[in-house]
């Protein structure tokens, strides 16, 4: 976790924002090395339901890494929300919908509808 927060320091951050699995798993961790780690507002379902209108359509272009967009193919509807399929890993895909949505996305949302007002 060391080498984490040692990055996050290089870019002059002291926060990261996470999902609820990650946070659970890793925000003691992170306070151990001085980067506070909160709870993202968003599940990361709500991040790939604003984030999938966005790639299909163009907006947004992945880069060149095989295992993002192995993980975004692989994405399912688990009954009312979209996750990874059992067994398989979603880090990249999750983080960077995340992202794009932390970047881009104004906090103005109703349900899971999420409105993008600039593009990057």
Known sequence: MKLF???VK???ASRVTLDR???NTFSAAFS???VSAVLSDLTTHQTYEAFGPRLNSGQVVLLDHSDMQNQFLGLVWRGARIDHANNEHDDFAGRCSAHECASGFHDQHEGNHLDRRAHF
């Open 32 to 34: 151990q090395h001085g």
């Open 10 to 12: 290089t870019y002059r």
């Open 21 to 23: 699995f990650a946070h």
């Open 5 to 7: 927060a040692d990055t």
